[in-house]
């Protein structure tokens, strides 16, 4: 007969049964609502989420924005200053040429007066002098090497600030390269989104980098060296103001030099003229004297030998008269007359003989001062020479360097000397040995 076989386990009642489907129910429920409280606290939270960062995503961008601006504008400022101090540069280093060439301009100056100054050493004697020409060239050698001190100092200080010019340059270069390289950076920051291709984690990106500075830092560092690029540039403003200033007061002074220079020797030439042409003046007058003492003294000897020929005769007779014999022998008025004739004879040829000596005492005294004023002649002749010599060297002072050819004397050595011919009034040169005297000239 048949069995009824039960599944092994244990058994529920009813009840449990259908408690079960309620805790099932009611867990279902309380999972549904806690999912839903997740789901909506996951969505609050990602809306916030999404909202902060989409927020501090535009801010950082707008910050992004602000700082490209701040650094762009010192950029700009930067650009500014640095077209400034380049163009101070350029106008300094123009200015430093100018002193240059105006301070090599001087050699010219000071040659000439140091030559002009060994030409008047060559005087001779007498005009051997320290006359207002000597004075004025002695003080033009001393203003020639004061300029020359002022300009080389103010090439010296132009060359310092040059210098720093360039370090404010180059320290405004640095800070502009940092600006643009920190534009290009933060540009690229400024373009980078979710869609970039070279996003990537970093490790430890909120590190703080060393180095690092903060903002009044870097927008002081910036501001200084901009106020210090402008107080080059202002010093270097006045310096150039002071080299110009110095350049024209140099040239000024020199000038002024110059001409009083010349105007002391034109009237030491004029002066030398006139003691030159009264010394001619002499020289004739004193010719025209000798010549009329020697021909008095011929008359003188003449008469001085007609006197003696008459005292000869005069003798004679009186001693052939001594040969009458007896009562002849008379001293009659024939004696008498021979007697004072030969005592006025004797008388006449005395003060002959003394005025002729007199007279040739005169003479050389005449040839003395004949040999003296010619001596002197040659001397204002020479000086007038070495004068004129100064003269003409000191046209090198107005005419241009290229109106000067060269040329070589006797023994290869190059002079220069200038084309046009000598100013009227001026006498010309005396020849140098070995050459050969041309038209008027100085004896």
């Known amino acids: ?59 950082n961008r707008t910050r992004l924005a602000e700082r490209i601006s701040s650094v762009n504008r010192w950029k700009e400022t930067l650009d500014k200053c640095l077209a400034d101090i380049d163009a101070e540069i350029d106008a300094l280093a123009k ?50 090497e004061k ?68 903002s009044d830092a870097w927008e002081r560092y910036s501001q200084c060296n901009k106020e210090r690029a402008e107080a080059e540039m202002k010093a270097s403003i006045l310096l150039r103001e002071a080299t110009l200033l110095a350049i024209a007061q140099t040239n000024n002074e020199l000038e002024a030099q110059r001409v009083a220079t010349e105007f002391a020797l034109r009237k030491r030439i004029r002066d030398l003229d006139r003691a030159y042409d009264e010394l001619k003046w002499q020289e004739k007058n004193t010719l025209e004297e000798i010549a009329e003492m020697e021909e008095d003294i011929r008359r003188l000897e003449e008469d001085l030998r007609r006197k003696i020929q008459d005292l000869k005769v005069a003798h004679t007779r009186l001693e052939t ?12 008025q024939v004696q008498y007359g021979l007697t004072d004739e030969v005592h006025e004879l004797e008388g006449s040829i005395r ?31 020479n000086s007038l020479v070495l004068d004129n010599k100064c003269m003409d060297t000191r046209r090198k002072l107005l005419v241009p360097a290229e109106k000067f050819v060269p040329e070589l004397d006797t023994f290869n050595r190059t002079t220069n000397r200038p084309l046009s011919p000598p100013r009227n009034g001026q006498r010309a040169l005396a020849p140098c040995a070995g050459e050969k005297a041309t038209g008027d000239s100085i004896p």
């Open 1 to 59: 007969m048949a069995t009824l076989s039960e599944k092994p386990g244990q058994r529920y009642t009813v009840p449990d049964w259908h408690t079960n489907s309620h805790l099932i129910s009611a867990d279902a429920e309380h999972q549904r609502s806690a999912s839903h409280r997740v789901r909506q606290e996951g969505r609050v939270l990602r809306n916030e989420t999404n909202n902060q960062a989409k927020w501090d995503e535009h801010d």
């Open 95 to 144: 200015v430093k040429e100018a002193a240059e060439r105006a301070l090599q301009a001087k050699n010219l100056p000071l040659d000439v007066s140091i030559e002009c100054l060994t030409f008047r050493e060559s005087r001779r004697a007498i005009d051997l002098v320290r006359d207002p020409v000597s004075e004025e060239l002695h003080k033009e050698v001393k203003v020639t």
């Open 147 to 214: 300029a020359k001190r002022e300009l080389q100092q103010k090439v010296h200080e132009a060359f310092e600030q040059l210098c720093l010019l360039q370090e404010a340059r180059q320290q405004l270069s640095s800070d502009h390269r940092d600006k643009v390289e920190a534009l290009d950076i933060d540009h690229n920051c400024l373009s980078l989104s979710v869609n970039s291709p070279n996003i990537s984690f970093k490790v430890n990106p909120t590190r703080v980098p060393n180095g690092s500075v903060a």
């Open 321 to 332: 008269r001594t040969c009458r014999s007896n009562m002849e022998l008379c001293r009659d």
């Open 351 to 381: 003060a002959l003989r003394q005025k002729l000596a007199e007279s040739q005492d005169a003479l050389d005294a005449l040839y003395r001062q004949l040999h003296r004023i010619q001596t002197d002649m040659g001397y204002k002749a």
